[in-house]
């Protein structure tokens, strides 16, 4: 029994660091409508200036985070202004495949020697690892750090979407551009602020995941942004809670399979799981299953 | 027949055998050497599965990201039923590992297909992606099963019979079964499913029957092309059909132009020689840009023509008759990229 709460809080901290990376595909795909295929890879860039942060340029771990936050929101706005932008009003499958090019550019990009270059690093993390025994729970202090910085997110988020005039304007760009538009919100700024807001999140989870598991080389955000990704989908795309509760459910049934079952079969469970939720509520667990128009 | 019909495909036979007999006689002078030309037969069979992914998506709309499994699905059945007949090289032993390719990859389109179907848009598109990944995980653990299968170490020992002679007839005989398919009712029908699923379904339209067949026989002419590959490469392994290379399909399909034979043909033939002409051109020292060049290339080619290449447009001998005068046209029967 210990042994399976354990791996509940394990499969809780992988849950969490998908839910930083599924809110950004979530809340992006809120207000264009497009699955944002290069996320996964700003959240490898997040990863990098990490590192780079607190192993060579001597920052502390906090000042580390808000660096990559601070870079990858730059990039994700640089995207949407150069890869998605002119291709909003063209057919939706056209920004998806113009998305897959920057994915591919981000990857190969970072892959030059002169930029991070091709192979895995080791990740020597700023601090030991300390194990706690809790009431028979051994809990690390990464835990810790990963289940306290996504709380303190994910309450910035709340307050952010429903308490400030950014959050509302994102919210009704959500609804309808030109209805938006109609109302004075300024959509283009709007639509750069959710790709800054989401990159930032995904930059966040990517130096969470360099610490805890110290492991990265460019191609690390492919595996991770599209279980992140498949977990805003479980939850119901678009849909802020939705995507919490898909990443949660996601790290349980990866860490539990791989625990009690088999750890090759680990992605296939999960997605087994989520094409069996789809068959049940086809828009997701919270989506909302709108009628048919003509 | 009426005499412009013979007309049209007299000229067109004659062309066929021409570019046919320009490839051998290159190859016979040796301007395409054997890695030219293990390029050239790459692209044929990338063009065969990428037929197959314009069926399902780009003339009846449904979003499938997990082509590539079936792909491979085809390439492990019809390897391995060639590895265990594997005494005599014969022709007939060849077709009918290629038809039980086709037959594995069209039944277990049918069984998935059936139930998320009716799935919409981006969450079909998740669905058919997860499919491919579990697909993938059974191929990385099928050595379990079936020794043969070589899980994760890969599989090699199919007998590789197909050459290009056997690629380019099969190529020209699938383009013209689309060609056929898609003009014909139930072609129409899968068009009518793209453009309005509700309308559709309102003229009298089984709209789930449609949209399982057109799935069906796309995945099975993949599993063809898989087929294919596994006669012609000696190295079957599962991530040569993960997912991305499901990616590499649906970039072909809509950089050709949703609904277009000619746009899919055209532009998997030119995609899979960009990439080696690329490594050709770019040398020792600059190879590790190509992916870089590779991902440029794709970004600026789908912000220029969002719309694909040859977005509904036809080079005429791919379309019949009675519609000839309709294609192209804005109001024509294939315009619109249905997204």
Redesign the interface.
Known sequence: MENLADQIINGLQLGLMYALIALGYTMVYGVVKLINFAHGDVFMVGAFVGYFGFTQWGMSVPLAVLTAMVVCSALGVIIERIAYRPLRYAPKIAALISALGVSLFLEFFSSLKFVFGPNYRVVQRPFEEVHWNVLGLNITNIQVIVFVTVLIMLALLQFLIYRTKVGMAMRTVSVDHNAARLMGVNVDNTISMTFAIGSAFAAAGGVLYAIAYPQIHPFMGIMPGLKAFTAAVLGGIGIIPGAVLGAIIMGQVETLTSAFLSSQLRDAIAFFILILVLLVRPTGILGRNEPDKV | MPDKNRKKFIIVLIATIAVYAVIRVLEGTEIINPYWQRVLDQALIMTMGALGLSIIYGFTGQ?SLGHAAFFGLGAYSAGLFAKLYNSDHSMFLFIVSLLIGAAVAGLLALLIGL??L??????L???T???G??VK??M??SNKLISALGGATGMSGTPQIANFDWLFIFLILIVLFVRNFVYSSYGRACTAVREDE??ADVLGINTTKIKVMAFVLGCALAGMAGGMYAHRYPFLHPSSFD?LKS?DF??VV??GG?GSITGTVVTAIAWVFLLEVLRFVLGETFI?????I???I??VA??MR??GIFSGKEVGFLVPKPFDTLVGRKDGVNAG???
């Open positions: 979003f139930p998320i009716r799935l919409r848009s981006d969450y598109g998740i669905a992606l997860g499919f990944i579990i995980v059974g990385d653990n509700i309308a997912f990616f649906l970039l809509v950089l949703l590790d840009f190509r992916g870089v590779y991902a440029l794709l970004i789908i912000i969002p719309q990229s249905g997204s």
